[in-house]
C-alpha cells in the first residue's frame, strides 16, 4: 500500500518507491527552473530489503509514491537455518520472516527476544531488537 505525493516534498531520511521496491532515501538535489523548463529533483534511495542503490530525476510537481509502513512489535518463537519465526505481540499471529542481512543483529535473535519489525507491502523486515 502507498500514497502519492509530491517530488519536492521528499526529505533525507524518509521512504519512497523506486521500481516498485520501497527504499529509504541518502540525498535529494534540487535544480533551478531554466528559462523553458521546471526545476528537477534527483532523489537517491538504498533499498529497505535488497540494499540496493536506486535513483531518479522527476520535475519537482510530478508525484511519486510513498509506501506505508506499519511498525509492529514481535516475539521470536523459533530461529530457523533460513528465516525466523516470529509472534506479533498485539494479535498473536505466528509467521516466518528472513534473517536480518545485518551481522549484529542476526546474532543476536534467539528464542523469546522481543523485536521490532516493519511490515511494508506484504513484506516484512527485523529493524531492531527491543529492550537490552
Not at 500500500?1 to 517530488?7: G, R, W
Not at 509492529?72 to 519465526?85: D, F, N, T, W, Y
Not at 523486515?125 to 537490552?132: F, L, V
Amino acid at each position: 500500500m502507498s500514497k502519492p505525493v509530491d517530488v519536492g516534498s521528499l526529505r533525507d531520511g524518509s521512504y519512497v518507491l523506486v521500481d516498485d521496491e520501497p527504499c529509504r532515501i541518502v540525498e535529494v538535489t534540487k535544480s533551478k527552473p531554466g528559462k523553458h523548463g521546471s526545476a528537477k529533483a534527483r532523489v537517491v534511495a538504498i533499498g529497505v530489503f535488497d540494499g540496493v542503490k536506486r535513483s531518479f530525476v522527476k520535475p519537482v510537481d510530478a508525484k511519486v509514491d510513498v509506501p506505508m509502513i506499519e511498525k509492529r512489535s514481535g516475539q521470536v518463537i523459533a530461529v530457523l537455518p533460513s528465516s525466523i519465526q516470529l509472534m506479533d505481540l498485539e494479535t498473536y499471529d505466528v509467521f516466518e520472516t528472513p534473517l536480518p542481512q545485518e551481522e549484529e543483529l542476526g546474532s543476536r535473535l534467539a528464542n523469546g527476544v522481543e523485536v521490532e519489525y516493519w511490515r511494508i507491502m506484504g513484506r516484512t523486515k527485523i529493524m531492531r531488537i527491543k529492550g537490552s
